[in-house]
């Protein structure tokens, strides 16, 4: 009988391992397993589908913005701005209701939001016991907002201008200018927010027409901060018509960013707040306030992806320009 030159060469081994395992220089080859063929073809499937998403107007717009958001870091600028949001305007907004209601021994800012937000039982007496009167806080209100205001809440403006700056491609403010415009926002936000607070606090209760206008005005001064806020932070002339589509969206997404907040802070007032106490009522506010952050940040970019649709290449170009020679100077 005639040897198998297979069996020869590779003792040991079946006919045609050698062959299928073997290159013409002797380079041994792993061969490749049966799965891997068909997860090429899927992920080729996905990244056509996800070329054809793109191309989609609405759905491209989704989709860049989700990725301009993670380009800019936006997690990490959201648990930024979040965390000095709890340490300064929470404090501020609770001094500035004190001063309002001209630090009054029978009104809190508990009671306040255990009336916003229709909390009743347990979770109400907490909530109402968590935050102290205007009056017994009229003594460290002056101290409160100086330190709230130039430690912390300048730095919340000072992020979102970074915030801005990366989505749009611009160079960030420096100096004073830098600080100027931050503080002029944060203003605007602090009154932006007082302002919705108390429509909303008046159209609680009363005829539906007077909460219809109340929700009209409410939505005007949103679309009014959106728009506002990159010229402010920037310091750059945009063309106001290249900013609205982009605050229009910021607006609606706003309204319902606000009702999931709301939704879900009047869970967790209940949940960590029997759990935990008032230390619980503090952590149901930073995970709302991480929320509002978060959706903060995606305004940036949701804007920026707008505002280079609609303007176009030659004036993004031009305004990259122009914004990095008033930063240099």
Not at 4 to 30: F, K, L, N, W, Y
Not at 40 to 46: A, C, E, N, T, V
Request: charged share 15%; proline share 5%.
């Amino acid at each position: 009988m005639t040897p198998d030159p297979a069996r020869q060469a590779h003792p040991g081994t079946e006919p045609g391992q050698g062959d299928a395992a073997s290159e013409p220089g002797g380079t041994r080859t792993r061969r490749l397993p049966a799965w891997i063929p068909s997860a090429q073809q899927h992920k080729q499937g996905l990244r056509h589908y996800q070329d054809k998403l793109e191309q989609h107007r609405q759905a491209g717009f989704v989709l860049q913005s989700l990725r301009r958001f993670h380009k800019i870091d936006g997690k990490h600028l959201a648990l930024v701005i979040s965390l000095n949001l709890f340490v300064a305007v929470i404090p501020l907004l609770i001094i500035g209701y004190a001063f309002l209601e001209g630090f009054n021994p029978h009104h809190s800012v508990g009671a306040q939001a255990v009336e916003n937000l229709h909390l009743t039982g347990s979770t109400a007496h907490l909530v109402r016991d968590t935050f102290a009167t205007a009056q017994s806080g009229k003594s460290v209100a002056l101290s409160i907002s100086l330190i709230s205001l130039l430690i912390t809440g300048l730095d919340v403006s000072a992020t979102a201008q970074v915030a801005f700056a990366r989505a749009f491609g611009m160079t960030p403010l420096r100096g004073a200018q830098k600080y100027l415009r931050g503080g002029a926002w944060l203003v605007l936000l602090l009154t932006d927010t007082g302002a919705s607070v108390t429509l909303r606090t008046l159209a609680a209760g009363r005829p539906l027409w007077f909460a219809l206008i109340a929700a009209g005005v409410l939505l005007v001064l949103e679309f009014g901060f959106f728009l506002v806020s990159p010229r402010l932070l920037l310091d750059l002339p945009f063309a106001w018509r290249d900013l609205v589509p982009g605050a229009v969206v910021c607006t609606v997404a706003g309204a319902v960013v606000h009702a999931v907040a709301v939704f879900f802070l009047r869970k967790w007032f209940g949940e960590y707040g029997n759990a935990y106490g008032g230390f619980g009522v503090g952590l149901a506010l930073i995970a709302a306030l991480g929320i509002a952050a978060s959706f903060w940040v995606w305004i940036a970019a949701v804007m920026g992806v707008y505002w280079e649709r609609k303007a176009g290449p030659a004036a993004v170009a031009s305004m990259e320009e122009l914004s990095a020679d008033i930063s240099a100077s």
